[in-house]
C-alpha cells in the first residue's frame, strides 16, 4: 500500500480493510465495537505476512541478516511509537503485551517500591478493571489506600471531588483519558498539573484515546501513558508503557530473564538499561514490527478529518438512537468520543445485543469492564456501540433499524 | 415422554420456523410467557453468574430420585432458552439427566448460546443441572 497520500474519504478508507465486506447471518457486517478491538488495514497483515515469510527471527543477539533485519524493524517501531506520542527519547518506550499490562509493570514496579503505609492512590469512578485491580493489589500489600473519584450523571468526573481528593497524602493518580465504557474525555490536563502541585506521580490509561485524537505527553507532563496496538489497527498482544526515564531508571524490573540484563552470575545480576529492563523474554515481534505498520497507517491519515468524521457519526447516532422510546443514553459528556452506551427501558443488553448479531451489528454488551460505574448507575450493563473512521452514516441507519426491529420484538 | 422424545419434540417445533426472527419471537415468547421461579427462591446461593445475563436454578430431589427444576433469567432469551432446557429435563429420573446429551440446542441452530463467548449462563446452568442429578443419583 501507498502510504505517501492522506486518506480522508471514508470508501478509499474501507478498501483498505477486507474484514468489513463480509455478510454476517446473511447481513452485511456492521462493526460497531471498535472500543474493544479495531480492524487491521492490508498493510499491517502485510507487515505480519513479510516477517514470517521473509526474516523470521530472534532479534537483538544475532549477528545474522536475517537477527538484523529483525531488530531493525522492530526497533523502527519503538521510534515510530516515540515520535507518535512526542518524545525524543526512544527509551522511553517499553513494549508490554497490552495496556493491562503495562498498568501492572508500573504497580509492580514502580508501586511496590515507592507506595508506603497510608498513602494514597486516586483512582476514578470511570476505570477499568484494568486500572482498579492492579492498584488494590500493590495496596494490599503496600498498605497504601485507594481513593475514587466519583462521577456525575452526565458521566463526568465531579471535579469539586478531585480537588478535594488530591492532597499531600496522594503519591499516585491513576485514570484514564478516554472512558471505555461511556466515551467521556476526562480532562487529564488538569489532574496532572493539580499531581505536579503535590508531587503525585501519574498514570494515564490511553487505551481508548489514542485511536481517537493526537497524543502529545511531553506537553501533558505524565509521568506514565500505556495504550494497546489492538484498539489501533495493530495486532494484539502488543502494548506500549511511555514512561520518563528518570522514572524509569528509579524501578526496578518486576520480571526476570533474557534481555533485560547485563551481566549474570550466581552472585549476582546486573540490569540492562532502558528500555531493555523492562522487556524479560523473546517479545511479541511479528506483532510489533506490524504495530510500526499500523503506526505508519494511522500517519497517513488526515488527523482532521478523523475528528470530523468521527464526531459526525457520534452527532448523528445520537439523534438518531435518541428519537427512539425508551432509550436512555449513559455518558452524555461535554468532551467525548465515538462512543454510545445505552439501554432501553424494560430490556436486557443482553437481549438487544442478540437480535443485533442476528441483523449483522457488532455490538458490545455487558458491564464493559466497569463493574463499580455499572453498580453506580445501578444498571447490569449496557450496549455500547463504539464508531471508527472506516464507519458510515448509513452504518448507523442499519444500527437504528435494527435496533428499532429487535425493541418491537422484544416489547 | 423421555428425554430423547422430549428433544425430539422442541426440533419439530422449531422445523416449522423459516428465518431467525420466528425462531427468536418463539423463544421471547416462551421467555416471557413462564414465570419459571418463585421470587423468594431467587436467592444469591441459587445464581449462576454468567457473564451478561443471570440465572437462578432452583432443584428438587423427589423420592422417586427424579429431579426437579425451575429457573429464572434476567434476559429474556436466556429464559427462553432456559425454559427449554428445563422443559426437556425437569422431572426425569437424577441417573438420565447425569447422562443426557443435549443435541437439540445444536439442532434448533442455537449453539452458539452454549459458547463460552456468549456467557449468557446458559452453559453453566446446564452444568449446574449435571452436577445435581450426579450426586443425586
Known amino acids: 500500500m501507498e502510504l505517501t497520500k492522506v486518506i480522508n474519504d471514508v470508501e478509499q478508507l474501507r478498501d483498505e480493510f477486507p474484514l468489513l465486506h463480509q455478510e454476517v447471518n446473511g447481513y452485511p457486517l456492521v462493526y460497531l465495537d471498535n472500543a474493544a478491538t479495531s480492524q487491521k488495514p492490508f498493510s499491517v497483515v502485510e507487515s505480519i505476512t513479510n516477517y514470517s515469510l521473509g526474516y523470521n527471527s530472534n532479534i537483538h543477539r544475532g549477528v545474522h541478516h536475517l537477527a538484523n533485519l529483525a531488530t531493525e524493524a522492530f526497533e523502527s517501531t519503538r521510534k515510530k511509537v516515540a515520535a507518535m506520542l512526542h518524545t525524543t527519547d526512544v527509551r522511553e518506550i517499553i513494549f508490554t503485551s497490552g495496556t493491562t499490562d503495562s498498568i501492572n509493570l508500573v504497580a509492580q514496579s514502580w508501586g511496590r517500591k515507592f507506595l508506603k503505609e497510608g498513602d494514597e492512590i486516586i483512582l476514578s469512578m470511570l476505570e477499568h478493571h484494568s486500572n482498579i485491580v492492579p492498584w488494590q493489589m500493590v495496596a494490599e500489600e503496600t498498605g497504601a489506600v485507594i481513593r475514587v473519584i466519583p462521577v456525575t450523571p452526565k458521566g463526568e468526573w465531579d471535579m469539586a471531588a478531585v480537588d478535594q481528593l488530591i492532597s499531600h497524602k496522594t503519591k499516585l493518580i491513576a485514570v484514564n483519558h478516554v472512558s471505555n465504557a461511556l466515551g467521556t474525555i476526562n480532562p487529564i490536563e488538569y489532574i496532572i498539573e493539580k499531581a505536579k502541585a503535590v508531587g503525585a506521580t501519574t498514570m494515564i490509561d490511553g487505551a481508548q484515546s489514542v485511536v481517537h485524537f493526537d497524543v502529545d505527553v511531553k506537553k501533558l507532563d505524565c509521568d506514565f501513558y500505556a495504550f494497546s496496538a489492538h484498539k489501533l489497527y495493530g495486532p494484539t498482544g502488543v502494548g506500549v508503557l511511555y514512561g520518563k526515564a528518570e522514572v524509569l531508571e528509579k524501578m526496578n524490573p518486576y520480571r526476570g530473564g533474557g534481555e533485560m540484563i547485563n551481566t549474570v552470575s550466581f552472585d549476582g545480576t546486573t540490569y540492562n538499561d532502558i528500555p531493555y529492563k523492562f522487556e524479560a523474554g523473546t517479545p511479541n515481534i511479528e506483532g510489533i514490527i506490524a504495530f510500526g505498520a499500523a503506526v505508519d497507517f494511522v500517519n497517513s491519515l488526515d488527523g482532521e478529518w478523523v475528528k470530523q468524521h468521527e464526531q459526525e457519526l457520534l452527532a448523528y447516532a445520537t439523534e438518531k438512537l435518541k428519537s427512539i422510546d425508551g432509550l436512555k443514553i449513559y455518558g452524555e459528556a461535554e468532551n467525548k468520543v465515538s462512543v454510545i452506551s445505552f439501554l432501553v427501558d424494560g430490556i436486557h443488553p443482553f437481549d438487544l445485543g442478540t437480535l443485533l448479531d442476528n441483523q449483522g451489528i457488532a455490538v458490545r454488551t455487558g458491564h464493559h469492564c466497569t463493574q463499580p460505574l455499572m453498580n453506580h448507575f445501578g444498571i447490569p450493563g449496557t450496549v455500547r456501540a463504539s464508531f471508527a473512521i472506516y464507519n458510515t452514516k448509513e452504518e448507523v441507519d442499519m444500527l437504528y433499524n435494527a435496533l428499532v426491529k429487535a425493541i418491537a420484538m422484544l416489547k | ?137
Open chain 2, 1 to 137: 415422554m423421555t428425554i430423547e422424545e422430549r428433544q425430539q419434540e422442541i426440533i419439530s417445533e422449531f422445523n416449522m420456523f423459516d428465518d431467525w426472527m420466528q425462531k427468536y419471537e418463539y423463544i421471547i415468547e416462551l421467555g416471557k410467557d413462564l414465570p419459571l421461579i418463585k421470587e423468594e427462591l431467587k436467592s444469591d446461593d441459587i445464581l449462576i453468574r454468567g457473564c451478561q445475563s443471570r440465572v437462578w436454578l432452583h432443584a428438587e430431589l423427589k423420592a422417586d430420585k427424579t429431579l426437579h427444576f425451575t429457573a429464572d433469567s434476567d434476559a429474556i432469551i436466556t429464559k427462553g432458552l432456559v425454559s427449554l432446557v428445563v422443559r426437556v429435563l425437569d422431572g426425569m429420573p437424577a441417573e438420565q439427566i447425569a447422562t443426557a446429551d443435549l443435541h437439540f440446542v445444536n439442532d434448533i441452530g442455537l449453539n452458539a448460546h452454549l459458547s463460552p463467548t456468549r456467557s449468557n449462563g446458559l452453559a453453566s446452568m446446564i452444568k449446574q443441572m449435571k452436577i445435581y442429578a450426579t450426586i443425586f443419583r
